[in-house]
């Protein structure tokens, strides 16, 4: 069971184009016309031809399916003081750059990948999968990420490690932090409510507007940087380890949770929990075997390093 609200689980349970120093000017101008043309619809159905479009200049894009969000870094004030006791103390936290998943991750991308669909609410491919545990997630993020290393990838791009690098060193799918996960969700570190602002039923399925079941990726209003869903749907894994203590000695510059522990955190509230839970700050942990059909998840990509 949850270490925090048992009660309300246990009662709901670029491509980097790789310009290669070209000399010709007009090739450099052909390729910047084919930088700029990116797939702004999510990719849920199977495909057998990877589409790589993340934009070597830092923009958004896509990479097998998955609709990128290039989140720009930046320092802001993570937690809350007014909140939960887990939620404090509020404490400046900077984070690097990295791409973040437009949508949830969905139930046509996992089985894609998996080839089997384990969400309780099995409505179709646009649906967030659920029913995943944080060690399901990290044997799907394997395989897609083996995947990204033998597919051929194009254009000009020989493995996944040449993607979103932009003169950094290339990273691979992976949950996000904690830290990134709000500092995304709060629109790039702004002081909103809710993942996107103060109006929780624009922004988020939940308890009181969701009909008791999850919807569609995309289909409440997206935040400041055009992120869906981060409040409400589905809870999100992150990749941190939960610990009482870490925010009052968390390292400000890209804290990546504690060393080790029993359970994960995970983010962002879902369609069964009150408002209250679906607030940037909110904070859940489970054990990482643990599977429920209010929790999913969201990648990140790393710009490199990080």
């Known amino acids: ?109 996992w089985l894609r990948v998996m080839e089997v669909n384990p969400a309780y609410f099995d409505r179709g491919d ?19 990420n ?38 995304a969700c709060r629109s790039g570190g702004k002081k909103e409510e809710y993942c996107g602002g103060e109006n929780v039923d624009a922004l988020a399925w939940y308890e009181s507007n969701s009909g008791s079941a999850t919807h569609p990726v995309g289909t409440r209003q997206p935040n400041g940087l055009g992120i869906y869903d981060m409040s409400g749907n589905v809870w999100e894994w992150s990749g941190d380890w939960f610990d009482t203590g870490y925010y009052a000695a968390s390292p400000r510059d890209n804290p990546k949770g504690s060393n080790f522990g029993k359970d994960r955190v995970f983010r962002g509230g879902s369609w069964n929990f009150k408002a209250k839970y679906v607030r940037s700050a909110s904070r859940f942990w489970l054990a990482p075997a643990d599977r429920h059909y209010f929790l999913g998840f969201r990648l990140v990509l790393s710009t490199g390093g990080n």
């Open 1 to 109: 069971c949850c270490r925090k609200g048992c009660s309300a689980i246990t009662s709901f349970m670029y491509v980097r184009m790789n310009c290669r120093s070209v000399d010709d000017m007009r090739m450099k101008i052909k390729i910047a016309c084919l930088i700029a043309i990116f797939v702004h619809t999510p990719v849920f159905a199977a495909q057998k031809t990877p589409n790589q479009s993340v934009d070597p200049l830092f923009q958004s894009g896509t990479i097998e399916g998955f609709e990128m969000i290039a989140v720009k870094g930046g320092c802001f004030q993570m937690g809350s003081n007014f909140g939960a006791a887990d939620e404090k103390p509020a404490h400046e936290v900077c984070v690097d750059d990295f791409y973040i998943g437009r949508y949830e991750v969905t139930q046509g991308q």
């Open 126 to 144: 646009n649906y967030p999968v659920e029913q995943v545990s944080w060690n399901d997630v990290q044997k799907f993020i394997y395989k897609l």
């Open 146 to 183: 083996l995947q990204n290393e033998t597919y051929s990838l194009q254009p000009e791009v020989s493995s996944l490690s040449e993607a979103g690098r932009s003169n950094r060193k290339s990273g691979k799918f992976r949950l996000p932090t904690e830290a990134e996960w709000e500092y």
